[in-house]
């Protein structure tokens, strides 16, 4: 059975602008971000949801935890703000269950030093926050998906939208793609799932003439490919199988 991933973009509409870069929209980021996300995870052969169908759409932060119910990881995407105005801080800071139930915290070390690897920041670490009042977790979205028996749940802060260099760096969509294969690939390494690379259209962990003709024969529809070869097969991710996919094959196998 497929393992079943629960994405959640952190925030709708337009929400938490950065002070320093203008166009940057925490909302507007991490719901791409979600979207990219899903891509990868589906293409490595998760199942993926999101809490909320729309990015204008809101929902209390509780009930998007609770759609994480059936779910075997429930992960809350977004990029953190400074309440001091310091905009030197460039950290990545992984929230996970804070009596570390199933293990939690490796999953979360894993997360945490992966998207820092990626952004390039030096610093990231595991955090807990639980409510003074009790033993329950601070944050609504993570206190929801506990409520409900997910396993693994975190939120993922993205450094913070303050820092200049982090919010231009959120808003290239490049970057935001290579961050949604790293953590893709960091998921399913954990999972126990072999990620394969893209163009490996047969699977067989290596890039050779055999997925051209694959490529080919799919273009030329001949050959039915199923949903996990398609997102290999679709080499420049624009969801469509074509010539353009033909060529990026044979210029990586040259
Ligand atoms: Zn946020």
């Not at 959640?8 to 929400?15: I, S």
């Not at 670490?125 to 997910?150: F, I, L, N, P």
Request: contains cysteine.
């Amino acid at each position: 059975m497929k393992k079943r991933i629960m994405l959640d973009a952190g925030h709708y509409g337009n929400r938490n602008q950065s002070p320093t870069v203008p166009e940057y929209y925490e909302s507007v980021r991490m719901w791409r971000l979600a979207e990219l996300l899903a891509q990868e995870l589906s293409v490595l052969g998760f199942e993926v949801l999101k809490t909320r169908e729309s990015q204008a759409l809101d929902l209390a932060v509780v009930e998007r935890g609770k759609k994480a119910e059936d779910c075997d990881l429930f992960l809350s995407l977004h990029s953190n703000a400074t309440g001091n105005g310091n905009t030197k801080t460039d950290r990545v800071s992984v929230y996970a269950p804070f009596d570390n139930q199933n293990d939690s915290h490796t999953l979360g070390k894993i997360l945490a030093s992966t998207v820092a690897a990626c952004m390039d920041i030096k610093e990231s670490r595991v955090k807990t926050r639980k409510s003074e009042k009790g033993d329950y977790e601070y944050y609504g979205v993570m206190r929801g998906a506990r409520s409900v028996g997910c396993p693994l749940y975190y939120i993922i802060e993205h450094s913070f939208h303050t820092n200049e260099r982090a919010a231009k760096w959120l808003l290239d969509d490049k970057n935001l793609k290579d961050l949604a294969i790293a953590e893709a690939t960091a998921i399913a390494i954990y999972f126990g799932l072999e990620p394969f690379l893209k163009g490996d259209v047969n699977q067989n962990g290596k890039l050779d003439i055999y997925d051209a003709i694959l490529v080919k024969r799919a273009i030329m529809d001949t050959i039915r490919l199923s949903d996990r070869q398609l997102g290999l097969a679709d080499l420049n991710d624009d969801g469509k199988i074509n010539t353009y996919d033909y060529i990026a094959l044979k210029k990586k196998l040259m």
